[in-house]
């Protein structure tokens, strides 16, 4: 029995390694060794040495993926060595890179922003590139104690072509404390100790290239990860940042005068909440800089008002600044990913993006983008989010937020008349991220446009509220559409009305037959319509009655639809409360979904009747 299971175990190593060795052959290229290597110095300053040795298979591999390999740093706080850019070309000759191989740039999300111009791009051009050379790169990038709050990071080993290996290193002096979290694999760390060093290295096989398909993880939740911090408390780390002097929401200057502007307009305060999220939205430039690139510093409310541009932090920083010199209480948020928080190891590379929380004593509070003028409340995004509010020199409170469920409810009586014209009355609910509570409270007009897709704005012929906060809006329509029904053959087609903004406009119409990774749909959704057509008389109904209810533990799909005497009577509901689609369930829900996309459920087929 024993050699049964060592025999089973050895064939399922050998298969497993020629499914591999089949993945890099058929690749553009694969990376044979890959070392990525973290040491922090006594010092409190810490090297991140990182090598390749890469195999190029195609032409397309050379030309337009591995010929230049970019690395961006921060001069004020860091030194980049090259240390090796070698390629050995497919008759065993190397060529080193030449003189003229390496340059210095700026980078592009640095153009245009005064503020960040002292940021450089080093270019390195492989030369001798061929199919089958291999390139051999290696640099160091020093960077001072300065340079980050902690001794931290978030590493995800994703690369777009098959690795062979990759070791990962991490090395602290003897008496630091290093804390890791390691996700989406199995291989333990050897942990070797060595004078007054501690070294821990993870060594991983055969890494298949990092997955091109719609609907991916955005957060790249089934990558292998390992998230690590010296400082044992993500608390501290994200104190730390706190107590820059641009936390303490502090104005000045022009910036003052231009919101003393603003409390002499007396408005309703959330009015003035989304005129100030305007300002900052839409009058002041946003530079994409990542916040390890700024060497985690964000200037202060004035400073990124007078120079008219600033990162997403920068930006949230002078939203909230803003709000509070208007006697709006606000404060900064970061947003990390729940599944991968830890209360010791989580810092500030993690952080997927900064929000404003308006009103954060009151019972209902605002989160509001410091990058567009928001349609509804950003808390309905925040689902399967840990969030720190940051407090100026503050340990940050860490809290969760439940969104509400995104629903969407359409019922019509509706009129075919004899010229294939529709009339009749539209009723719709709307509620969590379909809601555009805000948009409306800004532009009432708006509501013509919550019929798009089914009806355009010009069909609307009148349209009143029934019930408009924050939590649900109901409205109804009174409609006539001459452009819902087409004449092909002697026969009408005639389109069920859908709106734009549900399901369909994920656009998930042409999924893969196979996956390589979960499917992530955008957010948990319910949305139904309910219609009661009347056809013109001499008409009849062509399209065969349905009656269908398809039920899965990730959703729900209802169509029915069914004729009584000129009366068809229309329903469709799709239902979905699960946001991952395991690699298991994915056939499953490939048909489930082109069940509700399928063109015999979206019209009615009519034609004149026999007289």
């Known amino acids: 029995m024993k050699k049964h299971i ?15 060795a089949q993945e890099t052959t058929a690749t553009d290229a694969v990376f044979r060794n890959l070392v990525k290597e973290y040491t922090l110095n006594s010092d409190g300053s810490w090297d991140y040495h990182y090598s390749h040795t890469l195999q190029i298979h195609t032409y397309y591999a050379f030309h337009s993926l591995y010929g230049e390999d970019f690395i961006v740093y921060n001069p004020n706080y860091q030194k980049l060595t090259i240390n090796k850019s070698v390629t050995t070309m497919a008759d065993a ?24 111009n002292h940021l450089r791009e080093m270019a390195v051009t492989h ?28 590493e995800v080993f994703m690369m777009s072509s098959p690795v062979e290996s990759l070791t990962f290193i991490l090395r602290v002096p003897g008496g630091v404390n290093l804390s890791y979290v390691q996700y989406n694999f199995d291989a333990k760390p050897v942990i070797t100790k060595e004078g007054n060093r501690t070294t821990y290295q993870w060594v991983l096989k055969n890494l298949p290239a990092s997955s091109r398909e719609d609907f991916r993880p955005k957060d790249l939740s089934g990558r292998p990860r390992i998230v690590f911090s010296a400082t044992k408390n993500a608390g501290k780390v994200f104190q730390a940042f706190s107590s820059q002097k641009s936390f303490t929401l502090a104005i000045d200057g022009k910036l003052k005068y231009r919101t003393e502007g603003l409390k002499k307009e007396n408005k309703p305060q959330l009015q003035t909440m989304l005129a100030v999220q305007d300002i900052v939205a839409n009058e002041i430039n946003y530079h994409p800089v990542p916040l390890s690139y700024a060497a985690f510093r964000v200037r202060t409310a004035t400073e990124v008002f007078e120079s008219n541009g600033g990162s997403e932090a920068e930006k949230a920083v002078l939203m909230a600044s803003m709000l509070k010199a208007l006697d709006i209480p606000a404060e900064v948020v970061a947003v990390l990913p729940e599944r991968f928080f830890d209360a ?14 308006a009103l954060p004593g009151s019972s209902d509070p605002f989160y509001l983008s410091p990058l567009q003028t928001d349609t509804y409340d950003q808390v309905n995004t925040l689902g399967g989010k840990k969030l720190a509010l940051i407090r100026a020199a503050e340990t940050p409170e860490w809290i969760k937020e439940k969104p509400l469920i995104a629903e969407l409810e359409t019922a019509g009586s509706l009129l075919l008349d004899e ?5 009749g009355n539209l009723n719709l609910t709307l509620t969590g991220r379909f809601n555009p509570y805000l948009k409306m409270t800004q532009d009432s007009s708006y509501i013509k446009k919550l019929t798009a897709g089914a009806f355009s704005s010009a069909e609307i012929k009148s349209s009143a509220l029934n019930r408009f906060d924050r939590d649900m809006l109901k409205a109804e329509f009174t409609v006539n559409s001459s452009s819902n029904v087409k004449e092909l053959a002697e026969h009408f087609m005639m389109e069920i009305p859908e709106l734009n903004y549900g399901v369909k406009d994920w656009r998930m119409t042409e999924l893969v037959s196979i996956r390589t990774e979960p499917l992530i749909l955008p957010f948990p959704v319910s949305e139904s319509y309910r219609f009661s057509i009347t056809l013109p008389e001499g008409m009849e109904l062509i399209t065969q009655e349905q009656n269908l209810t ?62």
């Open 127 to 154: 030369t001798g590139l061929e199919r089958g050379a291999i390139i051999d790169f290696d640099y160091t990038l020093h960077s001072s104690k300065e340079h980050a709050y902690a001794f931290a990071g978030n």
């Open 6 to 20: 060592i025999s089973c175990l050895i064939a399922g190593l050998i298969s497993t390694a020629l499914v591999f």
């Open 93 to 116: 000759t190397k060529v080193p890179g030449p003189q003229n191989a390496f340059n210095e740039l700026l980078p592009s999300f640095a153009v245009n922003a005064p503020a960040f």
């Open 550 to 611: 398809v039920q899965k533990g990730y959703g729900k799909i209802q169509i029915r639809i069914q004729q009584d005497g000129r009366t068809v009577d229309i329903v469709k509901s799709l239902s979905l409360n699960s946001t991952e689609i395991s690699l298991q369930e994915y056939e499953d829900f490939r048909s489930f979904i082109n069940t509700w996309n399928n063109k015999k459920y979206k019209e009615l087929v009519i034609r004149k009747g026999p007289k």
């Open 344 to 357: 010791k190891t989580s810092n500030l590379m993690q952080v997927e993006r900064f929000l404003v929380k």
């Open 419 to 423: 010229t294939m014209q529709i009339k």
